[in-house]
T-cell receptor, first 113, second 113 residues
């Protein structure tokens, strides 16, 4: 998994509660991404980061926020979880700015009741 | 934005036969096309990728072809083996300043013994 860990790996929460997922990398890569995977949709980009404190929105960013205060950690927050945010969340990293190759973490399975 | 279509959604082949998965993309400025393999409960793993300045790339039993004029690319797996059974995703990286990958919806490849 290219030195990427995600925590927690599984989480069950209730509608309306805030949830934070963590992605941690040991490779000192500049670029980090959050995707969600749902049946019939493949993977869709939520947010990404191109450096400490530098983030941007992806295709499905509504209801999510991110923060990156250190190179190694990229946090995804569901400000008020909804059932539509039940999904598997994957973090990915990309090394060099001139390389497009992304490597994915093991994923976090989130269930919002 | 970019849109990636992937076919078929399910593909069943006899062990030893070849498998072909096809994808089309919409943004003519897209310049990078990776293929990922995902096993149950794991994150996607890059198996091969191709850039827009190359028409074909091969790595042992796996090959990818790209037709920029028609805006489609294909994954070819020869001499399929039971361990090739998985879900395969194609993706495209849009040109310009946008970052992140746009994924197809996946193909479930089943290798029949």
């Amino acid at each position: 998994d290219a030195g990427i860990t995600q925590s927690p790996r599984h989480k069950v929460t209730e509608t309306g509660t805030p949830v934070t997922l963590r992605c941690h990398q040991t490779e000192n890569h500049r670029y980090m991404y959050w995707y969600r995977q749902d049946p019939g949709h493949g993977l869709r980009l939520i947010h990404y980061s191109y450096g400490v404190k530098d983030t941007d929105k992806g295709e499905v960013s509504d209801g999510y926020s991110v923060s990156r205060s250190k190179t190694e950690d990229f946090l995804l927050t569901l400000e008020s979880a909804t059932s539509s945010q039940t999904s598997v969340y994957f973090c990915a990293i990309k090394g060099l700015a001139t390389s497009e190759t992304q490597y994915f973490g093991p994923g976090t399975r989130l269930l919002v009741l | 934005g970019e849109n990636v279509e992937q076919h078929p959604s399910t593909l069943s082949v006899q062990e030893g036969d070849s498998a072909v998965i096809k994808c089309t993309y919409s943004d003519s400025a897209s310049n990078y096309f990776p293929w990922y393999k995902q096993e149950l409960g794991k994150g996607p793993q890059l198996i091969i990728d191709i850039r827009s300045n190359v028409g074909e790339k091969k790595d042992q039993r796996i090959a990818v072809t790209l037709n920029k004029t028609a805006k489609h690319f294909s994954l070819h797996i020869t001499e399929t083996q039971p361990e090739d059974s998985a879900v395969y995703f194609c993706a495209a990286k849009a040109g310009g300043g946008a970052d992140g990958l746009t994924f197809g919806k996946g193909t479930h490849l089943i290798i029949q013994p």
